[in-house]
């Protein structure tokens, strides 16, 4: 199993600039999440989902979006990228979403820069 | 509501000294509590947790925590620490209606000296 997958690792864009973010997980977790970690304020959560087809929004949802085609992939959308949103992102994967006990796996994170 | 608090954004210990991180908590529920550990450039990773039951939690690399509900604290506690420990800790709290949900402390980084 490779767990949680995140890509791409490094990315600069520019402020206005879209891209989407890359999750994938291959442990067949129905719940997925993004967080965002900034120094000195430990992880947010950004958005999640307790399985295909179904997503809510976290702490910090503004100017993310994201959708849940299948189980294993969850991808987060920067619509209009701000300097604001340099951060990483984490994606993480857990059997379900309605036990707080299951373990939370995180994936190694993507480091994005808005200049 | 939650909110979690760690005390000092950065502890340094020599090689062999006692590790501890200390955490306090706020929950309107029962609180489920967790300690992650995030090497350099790494993902997190899971060292131990709270749900019920024994409120001494033993984790994995020699880390415990304990639960102590009228202190509202679950500070990580090593006896002798490693250089391998080298670290950045977060506490997060969560409870049994959140979901997968979890709210994080700020991190705090741990240096360990030879």
């Known amino acids: 199993n490779a767990g949680v997958t995140q890509t791409p690792k490094f990315q600069v864009l520019k402020t206005g600039q879209s891209m989407t973010l890359q999750c994938a997980q291959d442990?067949?977790?129905?719940?997925m999440s993004w967080y965002r970690q900034d120094p000195g304020m430990g992880l947010r959560l950004i958005h999640y989902?307790?399985?295909?087809?179904?997503?809510d929004q976290g702490e910090v949802p503004n100017g993310y979006n994201v959708s849940r085609s299948t189980t294993e992939d969850f991808p987060l959308r920067l619509l209009s990228a701000a300097p604001s949103q340099t951060s990483v992102y984490f994606c993480?994967?857990?059997?379900?979403?309605?036990?707080?006990?299951?373990?939370?796996?995180f994936g190694p994170g993507t480091r994005l820069t808005v200049l | 509501a939650q909110s979690v608090t760690q005390l000092g954004s950065h502890v340094s210990v020599s090689e062999g000294a006692l590790v501890l991180l200390r955490c306090n908590y706020s929950s309107s529920v029962p609180p489920y509590l967790f300690w992650y550990v995030q090497y350099p450039n790494q993902g997190l990773q899971l060292l131990l947790k709270?749900?019920?039951?024994?409120?001494l939690v033993k984790g994995i690399n020699g880390f415990e925590a304990e639960f102590k509900k009228s202190e509202t604290s679950f500070h990580l506690t090593k006896p002798s620490a490693h250089m391998s420990d080298a670290a950045e800790y977060f506490c997060a709290v969560s409870g049994n209606n959140q979901g997968g949900k979890l709210i994080f402390g700020q991190g705090t980084e741990l240096s360990v000296k030879p």
């Open positions: 989902s307790v399985g295909a087809g179904i997503t």
């Open positions: 709270y749900t019920t039951g024994a409120t």
């Open positions: 442990m067949n977790h129905e719940y």
């Open positions: 993480a994967s857990s059997r379900t979403g309605t036990s707080v006990i299951d373990t939370q796996y």
